[in-house]
Nanobody, 121 residues
C-alpha cells in the first residue's frame, strides 16, 4: 500500500508565504510525475503544477513566478513553495502521483487527503 500525506497548510495574510510538503509512504522504488492541485471553495479542482522525476516543472499561469515545486526523490517527497499569496489562492491543496513503482506492481493516480490553505486579505 502506498499513500500520499500532505502537510504545511494553514492561515496566512495576503503577501505571505507557505510551504507545503507531500510525502509518499510505503515500499516505493520510484515515482513518476508528482503534481499539486487545488480546489477553491465552491469550485472544481484545478492543476497548480507538476514536476517530473528528472525535475522538469510546469505551472498554471495563475501561479507562475509565485509558486515553486521541488522534489526530493530520496525522500519520496514533493514540495510547494508559495510566495506572494493572494486571497484567490485559498483552497484545499492536494498532491498527486501519476505512477508509483512498488515491489509488486505499479500503482496509478494516487491522491493525498489535502491540506487547507487560507489567505486573508
Amino acid at each position: 500500500q502506498v499513500q500520499l500525506v500532505e502537510s504545511g497548510g494553514g492561515l496566512v495574510q495576503a503577501g505571505g508565504s507557505l510551504r507545503l510538503s507531500c510525502a509518499a509512504l510505503g515500499r516505493i522504488f520510484s515515482i513518476n510525475v508528482m503534481g499539486w492541485y487545488r480546489q477553491p471553495p465552491g469550485k472544481q479542482r484545478e492543476l497548480v503544477g507538476t514536476i517530473a522525476s528528472g525535475g522538469s516543472t510546469t505551472y498554471a499561469d495563475s501561479v507562475k513566478g509565485r509558486f515553486t515545486i521541488s522534489r526530493d526523490n530520496a525522500k519520496n517527497t514533493v514540495y510547494l513553495q508559495m510566495n506572494s499569496l493572494e486571497p484567490e489562492d485559498t483552497a484545499v491543496y492536494h498532491c498527486n502521483a501519476d505512477k508509483i513503482a512498488t515491489p509488486r506492481m505499479w500503482v496509478y493516480d494516487v491522491w493525498g487527503q489535502g491540506t487547507q490553505v487560507t489567505v486573508s486579505s
